[in-house]
């Protein structure tokens, strides 16, 4: 079976018609510096920032570099509060979590529309999800339906023993390979993981390690996710400097997106149709003879969904009323709504496990540390189960360490201002983007001593400080209006994770390998994979039960 693993990680990129618009544009610049007079009327109120070039901004210096890092230490010169512009943009860049409160906080509302794309609006069936739909009624419904229906605590709650069944296989599996003295590839381990605990919960299947998929589906999957997110890391010249549009049209590019979003719709549209296929088989066998009024036909159908509903996210979605309370929430929607949860879901939570153990390994006494934790608690006689984790303060302290040096998606997902504001001073036209760097803010020695460090320490004296939003020093779900409805859901991910590895086995790197020369290079995605995924000979610490 085509695994992630045999296909090469996507990387960011500049499309083609990119780098040829690039050349062009130079060519450009001399005359149209005219722009450099228009920009100059905004620059005088907006913060400080690097001298902008003539229509293409700064966006030559956001690579090729990690962009978080080099934001980062343009902050150093510039401030907290920095501006730059992407193409025609204005982009402010925030670096503290005192700046981040007057936006993000105070300022909320006003910031929290979100930037459109070319990609975005296309594969989102015009910002029907989540992550990309602009601020307003639409969005508040989906979000309340995020928030209040699909990741709640009693609905994350009934996926606990699927959730444990998954992380059971891994282990499994990993003790087999260990047995075989073959060295496991964690970035892959974690992802199909990550990947099966998901579609378990929206799709009600697994695509992976003997998916209930069947191979050919798992190998569609695969390619489908890989070209969705080759597309994404791709920057189109269009989304900064839109009288380029016609760009990503002439080039190609466009009739590529179309044709991922069609094999994607077809994909998802298949497990509406189970559903659909599903509701009527059970309206021909239970029906009761025809209902007296209106009224109570809508609760029966009403019952109906609702109990189609326990099964997966899907039937719960095609439970849910339309934005107008007027019939069902739209297929296009469910399915929108359906991917965001696959794509935000997956990579982000699978990736923080695996920098965690990297860490682990590099800090042999947190290591130990957190054994002991697991052993005393839990013992050796049995697994550590969802139900322990409030009694393991130590492994809490050391996942949002993990969370502080390594957050997945390091500049957040962009916000855009809905109408001209003044922040600290500074006054933005309405269209501003606003980057959040969480990277930075979360290594500020302002707020963090040794911020380098990884010493979980520091949450073992502060445990009031967490990652829901509250202390903005660490926040790498966001906060306010916009902040990651999955978090809860990430959070026991993570912290399962690492507690059944670090309880189930010790490691040793390949090659005898010293950890402390771990090679710890990020590269910069859709989420911030390390640059060399991890692998580890696995020897277990539990009796030979507990794997099997
Ligand atoms: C370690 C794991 C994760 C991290 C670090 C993370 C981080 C984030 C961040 C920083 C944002 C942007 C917040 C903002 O705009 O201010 C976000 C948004 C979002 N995340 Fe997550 N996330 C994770 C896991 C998940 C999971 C498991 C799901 C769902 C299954 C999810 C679904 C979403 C959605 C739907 C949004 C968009 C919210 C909106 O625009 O209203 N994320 N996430």
Redesign the pocket.
């Known amino acids: 079976m085509a695994t992630l693993a045999s296909i090469p990680v996507p990387r960011f990129s500049w499309s083609l018609e990119g780098f040829f618009l690039l050349g062009l544009v130079g060519l450009l610049t001399i005359a149209a510096s005219i722009f450099l007079f228009s920009r100059k009327s905004f620059d005088s109120q907006l913060p400080p920032g690097p001298t902008a070039w003539p229509i293409i901004g700064n966006l030559h210096q956001l690579g090729p570099k990690n962009p978080h890092h080099i934001l980062w230490e343009m902050s150093k010169k510039y401030g907290p509060v920095m501006r730059l512009w992407l193409g025609s943009h204005p982009l402010v860049v925030v670096s503290s979590a005192q700046a981040a409160a007057e936006f993000?906080k105070v300022q909320d509302k006003a910031w929290g529309g979100?930037p459109p794309s070319i990609a975005g609006e296309i594969f989102s069936y015009n910002y029907r999800n989540?992550?990309w739909?602009p601020y307003g009624n639409y969005?508040r419904h989906v979000?309340k339906i995020?928030s209040l229906e699909l990741?709640t605590p009693k609905r994350l709650e009934t996926f606990r023993a699927p959730r444990a069944e998954e992380l059971s296989q891994m282990i499994k599996t990993m003790f087999q390979d260990g047995e075989k003295g073959e060295a496991v590839n964690l970035q892959v381990k974690l992802g199909h993981l990550s990947s099966n605990n998901?579609t378990r919960m929206l799709l009600n299947k697994r695509f992976f390690d003997a998916g209930t998929a069947g191979e050919e589906d798992s190998h569609r999957f695969t390619e489908l996710i890989f070209e969705v997110f080759s597309i994404s890391l791709t920057l189109l010249i269009g989304d900064f400097i839109p009288w380029l549009k016609w760009v990503t049209t002439v080039s190609g590019f466009k009739a590529r997106i179309k044709k991922a979003k069609g094999g994607l719709d077809s994909f998802l549209q298949t497990f509406l149709e189970i559903k659909k296929s599903k509701l009527l088989q059970h309206q021909i066998h239970e029906k009761p003879q025809a209902s007296e009024t209106n009224e109570e036909e809508h609760a029966d159908e009403q019952q109906q969904f609702d109990q189609s509903a326990e099964e997966d996210f899907v039937g719960v979605l095609m439970a849910q009323p339309s934005e107008d309370g007027t019939g069902r929430l739209a297929e296009d929607s469910v399915k929108a709504v359906i991917q965001?949860?696959l794509l935000?879901?997956t990579d982000?939570?699978a990736l923080?496990v695996e920098w965690g153990l990297a860490e682990l390994l590099r800090n042999p006494i947190v290591m130990k540390k957190l054994q002991t934790e697991l052993d005393t608690v839990v013992g050796k006689d049995r697994i550590v189960m969802e139900t322990d984790l409030p009694n393991l303060p130590y492994l809490q302290a050391v996942t949002k360490e993990v969370?502080r040096l390594h957050?997945?998606?390091p500049l957040?997902?962009p916000?855009e201002s809905m109408e001209t504001t003044t922040v600290l001073g500074f006054k933005f036209p309405t269209k501003t983007r606003l980057f959040?760097n969480?990277y930075a803010i979360q290594r500020d020695p302002m707020m963090w001593e040794w911020p380098l460090e990884f010493d979980p320490e520091r949450f073992v004296k502060n445990p009031e400080i967490d990652v829901r939003g509250k202390h903005l020093q660490l926040m790498?779900?966001?906060?306010?209006?916009?902040?990651?409805?999955?978090?809860p859901?990430?959070v026991v991910?993570?912290q399962m994770g690492l507690a059944r590895l670090a309880h189930s086995f010790d490691f040793t790197l390949p090659g005898g390998e010293d950890p402390l020369k771990l090679d710890m290079t990020e590269t910069f995605g859709l989420s911030t994979p390390r640059v060399h995924p991890l692998h580890v000979h696995p020897k277990p610490r539990l009796p030979k039960h507990l794997y099997l």
């Open positions: 993000v979100r989540v992550v739909a969005w979000r995020c990741l998901i965001d949860l935000a879901g982000t939570s923080t969370f957050p997945t998606t957040g997902i916000h959040l969480l790498p779900f966001g906060t306010g209006r916009r902040m990651c409805p999955g978090m859901l990430a991910f993570v």
